[in-house]
C-alpha cells in the first residue's frame, strides 16, 4: 500500500518579494501569491489529481495556499504545527543580503548562529519528518496535500534522500509540486518528482 504525498511551497508573500528571511513570522501572501495558489489549485483540478486530504502549515501564508486548493474538492485544510517554516530567531525579517555584514553570519553557516536562535538543522528535519509520518499513518493508500515552506520542505528531502536533495542544492520555488510516495510494507519514502512548476512559469 502506498500513500502520495503532493508537497507544495505556499504563495509569494511581500517578504518573499523583498528577500527577507521570514521564518516563523506569520506574513500572509501578496497579491501575485494569492494568484499562485489559484494556479496551482486549478491545476490540480483541471489535471484531475485524486486528493482525499489537504493539511498546511499554522501560518497564514500556507494556510491560505492550501484553502485555495481545498475549496475545489470541498475539503477542510487540516493545521499541523509540525509543518512550519525553521525558525530564524533574530534573523527573521532581515533582508538575506544584509545578514553577513549585519551579523557576521556566512549563510551557509547558520548551524552557528546559535546566540541568534536559529532553529538548528537537524531538529527542524525531526519535526518535518515526524509530522509528515503521521500524516500517512492516518491516511494510508490515499492522495494527500501538504502545504508547507521552502525550508521546511527542502529539510524533509534531505532527510529521505540522506543528503541527495536538500538546503544548497535543491530549489523549491512558490507554489511549486514535489511529489513524494510511501511504500507502507516497505517503510520507504521514494521521490517522485521534486518543485514542479509548470503552472506558473
Known amino acids: 500500500m502506498k500513500t502520495t504525498i503532493f508537497l507544495i511551497r505556499?504563495?509569494?508573500?511581500?517578504?518573499?518579494?523583498?528577500?527577507?528571511?521570514?521564518?516563523?513570522?506569520?506574513?500572509?501572501?501578496?497579491?501575485?501569491g494569492q494568484s499562485q495558489a489559484e494556479k496551482v489549485a486549478q491545476r490540480f483540478y483541471k489535471e484531475n489529481y485524486k486528493v482525499d486530504a489537504v493539511y498546511s502549515s499554522d501560518l497564514k501564508r500556507a494556510k491560505e495556499t492550501a484553502k485555495a486548493?481545498?475549496?475545489?474538492?470541498?475539503?477542510?485544510v487540516q493545521v499541523h504545527i509540525g509543518l512550519r517554516?525553521?525558525?530564524y530567531g533574530?534573523?527573521?525579517?532581515?533582508?538575506?543580503?544584509d545578514i553577513t555584514a549585519k551579523y557576521g553570519i556566512h549563510l551557509g553557516n547558520l548551524e552557528e548562529a546559535g546566540a541568534f536562535d536559529v532553529e538548528p538543522f537537524h531538529l527542524l528535519k525531526?519535526?518535518?519528518?515526524?509530522?509528515?509520518?503521521?500524516?500517512?499513518k492516518w491516511h494510508?493508500?490515499?492522495?494527500?496535500?501538504?502545504?508547507?515552506?521552502?525550508?521546511?520542505?527542502?529539510?524533509?528531502?534531505?532527510?529521505?534522500?540522506?543528503?541527495?536533495?536538500g538546503?544548497?542544492?535543491?530549489?523549491?520555488?512558490?507554489?511549486?509540486?514535489?511529489?513524494?510516495?510511501?511504500?507502507?510494507?516497505?517503510?520507504f519514502f521514494h521521490i517522485e518528482d521534486v518543485n514542479n512548476a509548470s503552472h506558473v512559469e
Not at 505556499?10 to 501575485?32: M, S
Not at 525531526?126 to 500517512?136: D, H, K, L, T
Not at 530549489?171 to 510494507?185: A, G, K, M, P, W
Request: no cysteine; net charge negative; glycine share 8%.
Open 10 to 32: 505556499h504563495g509569494e508573500t511581500e517578504w518573499n518579494k523583498e528577500k527577507r528571511f521570514q521564518g516563523q513570522k506569520d506574513i500572509p501572501l501578496n497579491r501575485f
Open 69 to 76: 486548493i481545498a475549496y475545489h474538492y470541498g475539503k477542510d
Open 85 to 87: 517554516e525553521r525558525s
Open 90 to 97: 533574530l534573523l527573521e525579517g532581515n533582508k538575506i543580503e
Open 126 to 136: 525531526n519535526r518535518v519528518y515526524s509530522a509528515v509520518r503521521e500524516i500517512v
Open 140 to 165: 494510508a493508500g490515499e492522495n494527500v496535500v501538504i502545504v508547507s515552506h521552502g525550508g521546511a520542505i527542502n529539510s524533509l528531502l534531505h532527510e529521505i534522500s540522506q543528503g541527495e536533495y
Open 167 to 187: 538546503p544548497g542544492k535543491t530549489r523549491i520555488v512558490n507554489t511549486s509540486i514535489t511529489t513524494i510516495t510511501y511504500d507502507h510494507l516497505l517503510n
